[in-house]
Antibody, heavy 121, light 106 residues
Framework: QIQLVQSGPELKKPGETVKISCKAS????????MNWVKQAPGKGLKWMGW????????TYAEEFKGRFAFSLETSASTAYLQINNLKNEDTATYFC??????????????WGQGTTLTVSS | DIVMTQSPATLSVTPGDRVSLSCRAS??????LHWYQQKSHESPRLLIK???QSISGIPSRFSGSGSGSDFTLSINSVEPEDVGVYYC????????FGGGTKLEIK
């Protein structure tokens, strides 16, 4: 069965860096793009961007350009989200979500369980 | 960016009711509209794709309709397990989500 398994909760200080992983199984990793979605405490869903798992090319939503980086370890069917220079407002749950098609604009048919990031001094 | 507006923000219903949740796009998105359910402390789950296409494993009481800029998610005969927040998502351009409709059971 198709699964996306994310890394565990993180507690970081402002200014630090975090790298969250999303390991896929049950399908051919490079056939479907991977998206990242942010959910701040008590808030809705916000699409951060996606990475083309075939070419490795990332696309970022405007708000997430600069401190955010998507990457892949294709041999391990794993996608990564790195956030640099952490700020308090990065406190949120981050989900990876598989694109249902090969396009950047798609529905998200499988989701990871979410990784909770807390940024606090 | 295309702005997605959902209404109402909260819906309180009785088991067995038929309910309709609304989603409006700030411009036409054809049928590139997808619906998700998120239960408390869980990941979102895809319910409907392309406005009205059903998803394997999703109960048949969930259905979607609409095109252009106005869309509806209907739940025929609500069950207590349907409690959660429902989000629509624009799939026409860079994805954007509506603010969600919280479904409560009276």
């Amino acid at each position: 069965q198709i699964q996306l398994v994310q890394s565990g909760p993180e507690l970081k200080k402002p200014g630090e860096t975090v790298k969250i992983s999303c390991k896929a199984s049950g399908y051919t990793f490079t056939n479907y793009g991977m998206n990242w979605v942010k959910q701040a405490p008590g808030k809705g869903l916000k699409w951060m961007g996606w990475i083309n798992t075939n070419t490795g090319e990332p696309t970022y939503a405007e708000e997430f350009k600069g401190r955010f980086a998507f990457s892949l370890e294709t041999s391990a069917s794993t996608a990564y989200l790195q956030i640099n220079n952490l700020k308090n407002e990065d406190t949120a749950t981050y989900f990876c979500a598989r694109s249902g098609t090969a396009r950047a604009t798609s529905y998200f048919d499988y989701w990871g369980q979410g990784t909770t990031l807390t940024v606090s001094s | 960016d295309i702005v997605m507006t959902q209404s109402p923000a909260t819906l309180s219903v009785t088991p067995g009711d038929r309910v309709s949740l609304s989603c409006r796009a700030s411009q036409s998105i054809s049928d590139y509209l997808h619906w998700y359910q998120q239960k408390s402390h869980e990941s979102p789950r895809l319910l409907i794709k392309y406005a009205s296409q059903s998803i394997s494993g999703i109960p048949s009481r969930f259905s979607g309709s609409g095109s252009g800029s106005d869309f509806t998610l209907s739940i025929n005969s609500v069950e207590p397990e349907d409690v959660g927040v429902y989000y629509c998502q624009n799939g026409h351009s860079f994805p954007t989500f509506g603010g969600g409709t919280k479904l409560e059971i009276k």
